[in-house]
């Protein structure tokens, strides 16, 4: 079975350091990978996904960035972080969307909540 | 741009009663997928119940059901015989067929609380 991992699960962090949020995907070959954002009181904003190894895009202009060295390893980065880098992050996965149809579903890791001092 | 509406950030329900989330939302697509996930207080997004567009039956998963009205752009969510564990955040999701990115669009959620 297709197993999803997120780490840490809690990070304090002063202005201006860097960040590392690191997820992994078992069970599976070719995953779409995505990094979410939920911040207090909204829902989710999609900040990258990634359809293969090298192939990052970003939804939105951040202080973050994303890499995938791996096929199954996703990493949220950034190299000074800001007080509006707090939130909650999550990683997901889903089966490569190709054109052909499938259940659809995102699979959610456990998340990783970030405090920025 | 396909948008997700929730218009109720707060709902409250008696403990095996029975409670309806709305959700709305807008799209140009014909084919797509709809979801509700929960996130309970772990904070961990879990699926409920999935929706495919082109089946007019509405989608249930024991105790959860959808009234999709796909005219309307409508998908709520009932869920029966509340229980103290369906405390959560509900989230509604979108997400079109066509195309390789597979990302979901969501609703800001409907914060659930059930009774005893």
């Known amino acids: 079975s297709q197993t999803i991992h997120q780490w840490p699960a809690t990070l304090v962090q002063p202005v201006g350091s860097p960040l590392s949020l690191e997820c992994t995907v078992e069970?599976?070959?070719?995953?779409?990978l995505y990094w979410y954002r939920q911040a207090a009181g909204r829902g989710l904003q999609l900040l990258f996904y990634?359809?293969?190894?090298?192939?990052i895009s970003s939804e939105v202009p951040q202080n973050l960035s994303a890499s995938r060295p791996q096929d199954r390893q996703f990493i949220l980065s950034s190299k000074k972080l800001l007080l509006s880098d707090s939130g909650f992050y999550l990683c997901?996965?889903?089966?490569?969307?190709?054109?052909?149809?499938?259940?659809?579903?995102?699979?959610f890791g456990e998340g990783s909540r970030l405090t920025v001092l | 741009a396909q948008t997700v509406t929730q218009s109720q950030p707060e709902m409250s329900v008696q403990e095996a009663e029975t409670v309806t989330l709305s959700c709305t939302y807008d799209t140009s697509e014909s084919d797509y997928y709809l979801f509700w996930y929960k996130q309970p207080p772990s904070r961990q997004m879990i699926l409920v119940i999935r929706q495919e567009a082109y089946k007019q039956q509405n989608a249930t998963e024991n105790r959860f059901s959808v009234n999709f009205q796909k005219a309307a752009k409508s998908f709520s969510l009932k869920i029966s015989d509340s229980q103290l564990g369906d405390a959560a955040m509900y989230f509604c999701?979108?997400?079109?067929?066509?195309?390789?990115?597979?990302?979901?669009?969501f609703g800001k959620g409907t914060k659930l609380s059930v009774k005893p």
């Open positions: 997901a996965w889903s089966v490569p969307f190709m054109g052909q149809r499938n259940t659809g579903e995102l699979f």
């Open positions: 069970g599976t070959s070719n995953p779409n």
């Open positions: 990634s359809v293969g190894i090298g192939q």
């Open positions: 999701a979108y997400r079109k067929q066509r195309g390789s990115q597979g990302n979901l669009i």
